[in-house]
């Protein structure tokens, strides 16, 4: 029993005038069924979970080899599920069902928010190309005013379609849903953003993430022996520190794996001529092997002065400490959510797993983290961004940066003092 | 229940049906600000109980100066004379410049986050979960924290690259602000306690809403205010005036009611006001174009290390000529008339207010109701909280935002200047060429052969 999540777990709460979410019914697929029946059930129900989690991975690997598209397709449909998920959770306790507005209201927010979040990455990264086309130069020109009218227009209706008994519940859904969307979508546009960075800085972290877990509980399996925090009781402190140290070797080995293929470290770009993704550059600085000296303690053990290592290996050890330290507090917030609201699972669709909120619950904080992790240690701004930001300036503020631009150049001494030739 | 007069806890306000006679009509508006009802509506959910009332706190020189009236008439009175405070308040605080406008509207902020907040502890009971106050205001501390530091860093560029802490605080801004709300995060998650659960949850949610809710907005506010303060000025004028025209149109023509969430606004009342208020804001626009104090986006001179408000107006505050359609001319026999481009766009925000603004005020109506609460507060004696002042301003600053950076200004040369310093060599090079051949080709700089340094 050990080997089942949130077993029978579940605490009274103070508010009981609202009623269990009923769980929805077992679709293991026939073919797995048949071919253990073998088997007792618990033997069983750990067969599932292995399988299935080895088709995850496996499928996880595909996509990667698919290349950008396939997983920007990929994280939009995972979004698109959670937030269904979650959506049908708030229905389930609120009763909300005999409230047919509400469902469209909560897609139609879905995707106006989404819109606008790739209407952004769009301008940003497809510069060039929406410069082309005339009808994509006006929305991307005016991209905010037409998210704006849009989203007002969702809160016309749902104004309009308050109904006298429901004022409460309908408020309810609607921070629900508003509540849904600053978690799921924000977070699937940071993936995104840093998907366009490099695809390592979307596999590396997810990779820390299920290494975590797995590792976390291996730790536990064998070692675990006091408990974490009370509200996960099979988490154990051994678990803990043991996931911590595992995820950071992980993650230092798995960099150095990686930052070799020029397909996971470069920027995803947009090429004009051939109007396809291409992963082809040079890899930047933090991609090429360079020497470090060892501590002196380190010197002594292993007998070598210096070792080559990437600079994102030394980045990966603060990716994995976070997803090992951090990443846990995600899962004791979905855990403590589904307590509240007198659920097993977020939903069925994985058999032996829950549905996709559950496998994602980690992961929730991670993607922010590293969004905010490359724009303050990594990049600048995205050069294209700037030169747009620019060309949209009057023509006597061009001027005037164009000036302390040269100034500083100058000073850099990549600007020869006098004049160049045109 | 007497259904012909209540007397509510709040001190005398009155709750009137409609259908009775002008001074009961133009009472009960007073009473209860567009929104009169004889009864509260039932809810499905009905364990929530009622959120008990907070006391009436007139001041007390008020009461006494009435005493001697009776309690109809005092209640016009209180409710006049609070709203020619602060409508006298409001100017005061323009006269007094933009660093008093700053703290006035973080002021109005904290005071609405308190607000809603307070109530979402009456409907969920959460008095006795301590660990919920400090945390709602640590959230608000960090968003605030947030945007107000991107804010610095944008406008304050040179005072900020002076300072050495101020710059490491600016470059790890936003890792910054993430940990600090990380930190919060993890508060919330250590907090939860066994029998709780939910109610945690809901407050947890209340207060993200609320923040998104107020702060962006307050935020959104204190941008405009930079870009000018007549941008400021102008939309909260605008729905003010919408609110007091659309009632005077309403009490003398009023006869369609509007929407059943508010049973005293009527069609007439929102089509006259509509027309009212792109009047008075064509007016009001002219008037205030015309001073460089209102016009001119708000500075800050790293020399006398103050705001300034000092510039050469732009285009938009410039009288130009205009030429009438054909048939206005034939009405007016004028061919052309000056006007300020800003009288245009202000049709445009006026517009706005008119027809997007009630919903707001709406939205706050239906969640009133939802949770049976007569208002936010009892701040302001005979208005109720500051939250039920601000209720149609909601949509207005977002609005005029989104307006000003799709239409009017374009990105903010000093953060533009900021983000290229901050580029790659080589990028900065490229970037350096490409705006040269640019300016070039606009006829900006001289071909060919560059001037000397």
Request: hydrophobic share 45%; with cysteine; net charge neutral.
């Amino acid at each position: 029993n050990r080997l089942l999540r949130h077993a029978g777990l579940l605490d009274t709460d103070s508010d009981s005038g609202v009623s269990e979410v009923p769980v929805p019914a077992d679709d293991t697929p026939e073919v797995l069924n048949k071919a253990l029946s073998g088997l007792s059930s618990r033997w069983k129900n750990w067969w599932v979970r292995g399988i299935l989690t080895l088709a995850m991975i496996s499928f996880f690997f595909i996509i990667i080899y698919l290349g950008p598209m396939v997983l920007m397709m990929i994280v939009l449909c995972v979004q698109i599920k959670c937030f269904h998920e979650i959506i049908t959770i708030g229905y389930s306790v609120y009763h909300s069902y005999h409230l047919p507005w509400f469902r469209t209201l909560s897609w139609y927010f879905l995707l106006c928010v989404n819109y606008f979040f790739y209407g952004e990455t769009v301008t940003d990264y497809f510069f060039t190309l929406v410069q082309r086309e005339e009808p994509l130069r006006i929305l991307s020109k005016y991209h905010r005013f037409i998210s704006f009218a849009l989203y007002l227009t969702g809160f016309c209706m749902f104004v309009l379609s308050l109904v006298k008994k429901h004022y409460r519940l309908q408020f309810y859904m609607f921070g629900w849903t508003h509540v849904t969307l600053l978690i799921v979508v924000t977070q699937s546009h940071l993936i995104i953003h840093n998907l366009f960075e490099g695809m390592i800085w979307f596999i590396v972290p997810i990779s820390c993430v299920i290494c975590n877990d797995i590792m976390a509980y291996m730790f536990g399996f064998f070692f675990g022996r006091t408990p974490l925090i009370k509200l996960s009781p099979k988490k154990t402190w051994e678990g803990f520190i043991g996931g911590l140290f595992a995820t950071i070797v992980f993650g230092i080995l798995l960099s150095y794996v990686m930052s070799g293929y020029r397909f996971f470290v470069c920027p995803v770009e947009f090429n004009n001529d051939s109007n396809s993704f291409t992963v082809d550059c040079k890899p930047s600085e933090l991609f090429q092997l360079q020497d470090y000296g060892l501590p002196p303690v380190l010197q002594s053990i292993t007998g070598w002065t210096t070792v080559k290592l990437y600079p994102f290996q030394i980045h990966s050890i603060a990716l994995s400490a976070f997803a090992s330290i951090m990443g846990p507090f995600g899962g004791f917030f979905a855990s403590g959510f589904k307590r509240a609201f007198k659920i097993k699972d977020f939903a069925n669709t994985i058999p032996g797993h829950g549905g996709i909120m559950d496998r994602f619950d980690c992961q929730y904080l991670m993607a922010t983290f590293v969004n905010v992790y490359i724009a303050s240690f990594i990049r600048g701004p995205n050069p294209s961004k700037v030169i747009q930001q620019l060309l949209a300036l009057r023509p006597d503020q061009q001027l005037h940066i164009f000036n302390s631009l040269k100034a500083h150049l100058t000073e850099k001494g990549l600007l020869p003092a006098l004049e160049e030739a045109a | 229940m007497n259904p012909l007069i209540q007397l509510t806890h709040q001190g005398s306000r009155l709750i009137l049906p409609t259908g009775h006679s002008f001074a009961t009509n133009f009472l009960s508006w007073l009473a209860f600000p567009g929104e009169g009802e004889g009864e509260m509506e039932g809810d499905s959910k009905a364990d929530t109980p009622d959120v008990p009332p907070s006391t009436d706190n007139t001041p007390q020189c008020l009461n006494k100066a009435l005493e001697g009236l009776s309690s109809r008439w005092k209640n016009w009175w209180i409710r006049g004379i609070l709203s020619l405070t602060m409508i006298i308040g409001f100017f005061l605080i323009i006269y007094l410049g933009p660093i008093m406008l700053i703290l006035v509207v973080m002021g109005v902020q904290i005071k609405c986050f308190h607000e809603i907040i307070t109530i979402g502890y009456r409907v969920y009971h959460s008095y006795d979960l301590p660990w919920f106050r400090t945390l709602s205001w640590y959230f608000l501390i960090c968003v605030n924290y947030f945007f107000y530091g991107e804010t610095v860093a944008d406008y304050f560029g040179a005072l900020v690259q002076r300072e050495e802490p101020l710059q490491f605080l600016v470059r790890y801004h936003r890792f910054i602000s993430f940990a600090l709300y990380l930190a919060g995060f993890c508060m919330f998650v250590l907090s939860l306690v066994k029998k709780h659960y939910r109610l945690q949850f809901y407050m947890f949610a209340w207060t993200h809403v609320t923040l998104l809710i107020v702060v962006t907005q307050s935020h959104l506010v204190i941008q405009n205010l930079f870009e000018g303060m007549i941008w400021f000025i102008v939309p909260i004028s605008i729905v003010i005036c919408n609110d007091i025209m659309a009632y005077l149109f309403g009490f003398f023509f009023g006869r369609t009611p509007l929407i059943k969430l508010s049973p005293k606004k009527t069609w007439e009342g929102f089509i006259g006001g509509f027309f009212a208020t792109v009047v008075f804001s064509f007016f009001f626009a002219y008037l205030i174009s015309q001073y460089q104090y209102f016009v001119c986006p708000v500075e800050y001179n790293s020399e006398t290390n103050r705001f300034a408000v000092e510039c050469e107006p732009s285009n938009l505050f410039m009288i130009q000529e205009y030429t009438l359609p054909a048939v206005v001319q034939n009405a007016v026999r004028c061919k052309t008339v000056n006007l300020y481009p800003f009288q245009i766009h202000s049709i445009a925000l006026s517009t706005f207010a008119s027809l997007i603004g009630p919903f707001g005020g709406f939205f706050a109506s239906g969640f009133k109701r939802a949770f049976k609460i007569k208002d936010f507060a009892d701040t302001i004696p005979g208005h109720g909280g500051i939250m039920d002042r601000f209720d149609c301003q909601y949509l207005m600053a977002t609005f005029v935002h989104v307006y000003i950076t799709s239409f009017i200004r374009g990105p903010n040369p000093s953060k533009v200047l900021q983000q290229l310093l901050v580029l790659q060599p080589e990028q900065q090079l490229s970037i350096f060429n490409t705006l040269r051949n640019h300016l070039r080709e606009k006829g900006m700089l001289p071909p060919a052969v560059e001037e000397a340094q």
